[in-house]
């Protein structure tokens, strides 16, 4: 009886130590799969990563898709009277020439041409200002509220002056980079980089020369002289040679150039077209074919401006 008894105890220790075996192989086993697995989607969680950066790099336009989609998104309409309350703030004192301007013609189909209840435009609501204010915003890294609000100022502008308000935007793109404070050595101001002390008479309605930082006074006087010197030169590339000064000289040392081939991609961008916003410059046989299709497109452009005895250029 007692040699059974101590011939149980060893076997009993046994199956003791044989199951402790086993349960610490079974968690070292478990310990090791969840550390596999956890290494594999960390990897794989980078590799999607990076193929949704580089997705979004190639195409930028998806973000804005997913946005829309989201139901925070700005309601359109709301964000085009938040961007006419902001111009009318603006410029409180030319209030009724620039930021609500009454509509007495019909709008361009560009144009936005819904009212409110005072019937006064509402701009910045339609799908073309949508995505050129996308595009210019991601292109020169400036915040898209204020990019509307730029824009819409073009917009109405050209409107008004019968001016291809693409055009207003390059020459802003250009001059200026959409940098509301920059000045040039000789004195050029603000985003289209007018010569305040030369055209002073232009600002004594929105305040003085001092307003030639003003985005909305500057934008204002800008596209009345780049209109007038369209409307002298008999053509829009005539017109930009004017405006950067080289009315006199036999080049404009490819100013045009760059002005058109902005113009260029901003016609394709509001043509719903995707333009990548790190193109470069196009080539010089450019200029001439876009300025043709302006002097078809928009004859009125090179007519009907005020004449002008100042020849000082811009």
């Known amino acids: 009886m007692n040699n059974r008894f101590i011939s149980a105890v060893p076997d009993s220790a046994g199956q003791s130590a044989g199951q402790f075996s086993k349960l610490a192989v079974i968690t070292r086993n478990a310990a090791i799969g969840f550390r596999t697995i956890m290494r594999h989607a960390v990897m794989t ?6 193929c949704v950066l580089g997705f979004m790099f190639v195409k930028p336009d998806t973000i804005d898709h997913i946005k829309a989609l989201s139901p925070f998104a700005t309601d359109p309409v709301q964000q085009a009277l938040a961007t006419k309350s902001q111009l009318a703030n603006l410029m409180a004192a030319p209030e009724k020439t620039v930021a609500a301007a009454p509509v007495t013609a019909p709008a361009p189909a560009s ?12 701009i910045g609501t339609s799908a073309e200002q949508d995505r050129v204010t996308k595009w210019l915003s991601r292109r020169y890294r400036v915040a898209q509220d204020a990019t509307n609000m730029l824009v819409s100022a073009a917009y109405l502008n050209a409107h008004q002056l019968k001016l291809d308000p693409l055009l207003i935007l390059s020459v802003m793109a250009i001059e200026s980079r959409f940098n509301p404070f ?16 030369v055209h002073h008479e232009k600002f004594q309605k929105l305040g003085g020369v001092q307003a030639a930082l003003n985005p909305v006074a500057n934008i204002q006087v800008g596209a009345q002289i780049l209109k007038e010197y369209v409307r002298r030169g008999g053509s829009v590339e005539a017109g930009l040679k004017m405006y950067v000064g080289a009315a006199n000289l036999e080049t404009d040392f490819g100013y045009g150039a760059k002005v058109l081939a902005e113009y260029s991609r901003l016609k394709n961008v509001a043509a719903g077209k995707r333009v990548s916003i790190y193109s470069t410059v196009a080539s010089r046989a450019a200029p001439k074919k876009i300025d043709n299709a302006i002097a078809a497109e928009k004859p009125s452009a090179l007519t009907q401006a005020e004449p002008t005895s100042d020849e000082t250029p811009v």
Do not use: C, F, H
């Not at 969680?45 to 990076?50: D, K, R, S």
């Open 111 to 122: 144009a936005a041409s819904r009212l409110d209840d005072n019937g006064l435009q509402i």
């Open 45 to 50: 969680t980078g590799i999607v990563a990076i």
């Open 182 to 197: 920059a000045e040039s050595p000789v004195g050029a101001q603000g985003l289209m980089q007018v010569m305040s002390k």
